[in-house]
């Protein structure tokens, strides 16, 4: 590659980056520079253990009636509806990233300021993406491990739990990335909302038109699917989900800069 052509790449990726900066540390400062980050760690702690709890309490109770369950069959039973649960969180703290600014009308003063239109999306979505992790996953997660591992009276195997708990991240990143997606294309907060948490619900119906294809298909939400099977003990069926998440994250990245590169104001 000759000079005046890494000259030009350099050139190009400066423009596109401008302002990226300035844009993640107006935003972060929304989390780390209030109480939002620990009030929002602390509350999806609480609901995410206490769901935990609350199943093993009803296996607790069926034990007593001869039925014997052991955590480790409730461990897969609770992860789709910690990932549902999850999933609204994500939404909750991410449907506003795109959708205030642009009700509001504010969007067109800060895009006055030497910000490119790309770097403000991606500024935005690494700004929310962190801290919303950190919130769903990270601290909750971590308690999970420990409940996981009082309640067999050892250590909880930690790279099954970690591979089930990257899967799960992998999927609110890809919940994160379409939100944003979502606020680039509408203002119409209920479809925002409404359309990641729909997706989630409405999922398992694929499962009945290709039962056989389960753990294997190109979804992002196949990915909860991989991770029960993990959480049984059971290895992978194909990495597919895995690679498709990834795949159709950086896609919804690439949609979204583009959807807001055309905004017209």
Known sequence: ????????????????????????????????????????????????????????????????????????????????????????????????????????????????????????????LAAHGLPTLVALVVVPWTGLYALLSTQVDGTWPVGEFLAVAGLVALLLVFTVALTVLLGTVTIGRGIVIGVPIAAVMLYDGVHVLARDLAGRLPFPWETTTAAVRLATGAPLVSIVPLVATMLWTAAVVAAACWRFEHEQF
């Not at 000759?2 to 596109?16: F, M």
């Not at 400062?29 to 995410?48: P, S």
């Not at 955590?71 to 039973?77: A, F, L, N, R």
């Not at 649960?85 to 800060?110: A, H, K, N, Y």
């Open 1 to 124: 590659m000759t000079a005046p052509t890494l000259r030009l790449l350099e050139s190009a990726v400066t423009r596109r980056t401008a302002g990226f900066g300035t844009v993640f540390a107006r935003e972060s400062r929304t989390w780390w520079a209030t109480r939002r980050w620990w009030t929002q760690t602390l509350l999806w702690t609480v609901i995410l253990n206490g769901l935990l709890l609350a199943f093993v309490w009803i296996a607790d109770q069926a034990a007593a009636t001869g039925s014997a369950v052991g955590v480790s069959e409730v461990w897969p039973q609770y992860l789709p509806v910690a990932v549902l649960l999850s999933t609204v969180g994500v939404v909750v703290l991410t449907q506003g990233v795109m959708l205030d600014e642009r009700r509001s009308g504010t969007l067109e003063w800060v895009l006055t300021k030497p910000v490119s239109r790309t770097a403000f999306v991606l500024a935005k």
